[in-house]
């Protein structure tokens, strides 16, 4: 049985604004994603939703990446976001063939499937989720009924059954904050409850920091505990750290880093060369 372990990372890796800080001046985006797998061991896949890379490619990323290294890809939109989500089944799994190019470097595919998707659609989710019970697979849902009874129920037994996880959207720090214009402007995330539920042996947390780190603090504290709690627990945890303003979001994520460590969890493959910048959460019950 493979140990559980903490994946951290970010929602990129190839993000000029880093230059110079994260990343070394001058550095040439040929080797951000280098640069990248010695800071953080995981990276959530966001480039794959835009578009499906060549299998070369990924080819071209595994190699490029330290061995513990993992990728959480995203199933690209024209199978989450153009209608339902049984006929593109095949394409699903054609989709994870070429990401299998990733071998053992291939960590959690998720499905996010858009505000607009409700729980009308549960028996078509269903359907295209036992398509993939072979593989590591998450679902992350965004239109409000999901979040109240009775569908959190139905959906929550449905993961279970299915051993399928869930992904913990946390966009507390951008909506419970002082309504800085920056912030205002550029929040793309939907006001959803953190719902508090793991449904599988891995939880996929996506933390969508404030640009001011005072409103992040007191919610890394608690995810800390949490996570120091999960693995002691056998679950194997992915947590990405995202940002309206990416420029902040390596500095968060090494911030959390550092509050991991007191809790006495360590992320192997973090460099020492790295830039100094249904279980219930009760923690997150609001």
């Not at 402007?185 to 404030?210: D, G, M, W």
């Amino acid at each position: 049985m493979i140990p559980p372990k903490l994946y951290l990372g970010c929602a990129v890796w190839s993000y000029k604004g880093w230059v110079g800080n994260f990343y070394p001046a001058k550095t040439k985006s040929g080797d951000f994603l280098n640069l990248y797998s010695q800071q953080f061991n995981t990276v959530e896949g966001n480039t794959t939703f835009y578009a499906v890379p060549q299998p070369n490619t990924v080819t071209k990323w595994a190699n490029e990446t330290t061995k513990e290294f993992k990728f959480c890809p995203k199933f690209p939109k024209t199978i989450t976001h153009k209608g339902l989500l049984q006929p593109k089944i095949a394409q699903g799994l054609s989709f994870l063939k070429i990401m299998s190019g990733l071998e053992d470097k291939l960590g959690v595919v998720f499905a996010q499937l858009p505000p607009s998707y409700s729980p009308q659609y549960i028996k078509d989710l269903r359907e295209f989720l036992i398509a993939f019970k072979k593989h590591d697979i998450a679902v992350e849902v965004r239109h409000p009924d999901w979040f109240v009874s009775p569908y959190k129920e139905q959906l929550n037994q449905m993961l279970l059954e299915l051993n399928i996880a869930r992904v913990l959207l946390d966009t507390r720090p951008i909506y419970n904050c002082n309504n800085d214009p920056q912030v205002n402007s550029q929040r793309r995330k939907p006001n959803v409850p953190l719902q508090p539920v793991v449904t599988n042996n891995y939880a996929l947390v996506r933390f969508i920091s404030n640009p001011e780190a005072e409103y992040n603090q007191a919610y890394l504290a608690q995810w800390a505990i949490q996570v120091s709690d999960w693995l002691k627990i056998g679950k194997t945890v992915y947590f990405f750290v995202h940002c309206p303003v990416e420029e902040k979001s390596p500095n968060t994520a090494n911030y959390f880093k550092d509050l991991l460590e007191k809790q006495g969890v360590s992320i192997e493959q973090r460099s020492t060369n790295a830039i100094n910048t249904a279980t219930q959460l009760n923690l997150f019950e609001i």
